[in-house]
């Protein structure tokens, strides 16, 4: 692709996988995903380098590479097979909006359940398990009603939401682990308090403090973003509909 260096986040995909030289050890592209994902839960993704996973695998550095190129090919992989376990709905799951609400769930499930991948996730997402459930969300809301330019705004919608909700929730969590993170969040609400006549919304609510339910908020959110696709829906059927009448008149 043009203007993009060698190493760059992607490129993985778009390339054949790299052939191994006779003499290497038997190690599979799978086992080095499965322990990068292994490494990237225990202690995220800055922590994680070729050197440190070659070692993980009980292996040379200049083994793996053998395999795999960059660093940035790992973290494509792992991001890949992680996605792997968002099941994509059947038919019987039931209408359009329970379609999308268990595979947003499940999405964010995996995410929260592997707390460095949404911080990841501008990367280009072309491996094959990412596709597969991008594809069931587009055709979805297409099979829903939904045309171009609301489709893209809608998926893009929704995707931004499960990312931003489970980025969210994994740094307050790891942050309310620590006693600087409580330090904080305390500092946070004697702040909204004391500037409540400057903030009172804030002061009363308390958004800037992560203290309630977030699977409730989350599916509350959720619910909120497909009535308004929904209700786009609805509107351009109506247009759709006054248009044709104008026309047969």
């Known amino acids: 692709m043009a203007g993009k260096g060698p190493g760059s986040a992607g490129d993985v995909w778009l390339r054949p996988p790299a052939r191994a030289a006779r003499e290497s050890p038997p190690l599979s592209r799978d086992r080095i995903v499965e322990e990068a994902v292994a490494l990237l839960d225990e202690e995220g993704a800055d922590r994680l380098t070729m050197r440190r996973l070659a070692e993980r695998l009980g292996t040379g550095s200049t083994t793996l590479y053998w395999h795999l190129k960059t ?34 769930t499940g999405w964010r499930a995996v995410l929260l359940d592997h707390p460095w991948s949404a911080a990841l996730l501008g990367r280009p997402m072309l491996g094959p398990n990412v596709l597969a459930r991008s594809e069931f969300l587009y055709a979805t809301l297409v099979g829903a ?82 009535d308004g696709i929904q209700a786009g829906i609805q509107a351009g059927t109506a247009a759709a509909g006054e248009a044709s009448a104008s026309r047969s008149r």
């Not at 991001?79 to 994509?88: K, M, Q, R, S, T």
Request: charged fraction near 20%.
């Open 71 to 104: 660093k940035d090919d790992v973290l494509d992989l792992a991001l890949d097979a992680i996605f792997a376990a968002v099941e994509i709905p059947g038919d019987d799951v039931g209408d359009w909006r329970a379609a999308i609400t268990a595979l947003i």
């Open 145 to 226: 009603g939904v045309a171009e330019p609301c489709l893209t705004a809608a998926a893009y919608g929704l995707s931004n939401y499960v990312i931003g909700s489970a980025l969210m929730q994994a740094t307050w969590t790891a942050r309310a682990e620590q006693a600087a993170g409580q330090a904080t969040a305390q500092a946070a609400r004697e702040h909204l308090r004391a500037t409540g006549d400057r903030y009172p919304v804030l002061a009363t609510h308390g958004p800037l403090v992560a203290d309630g339910d977030w699977d409730a908020s989350f599916t509350l959110g959720l619910r909120w973003l497909l």
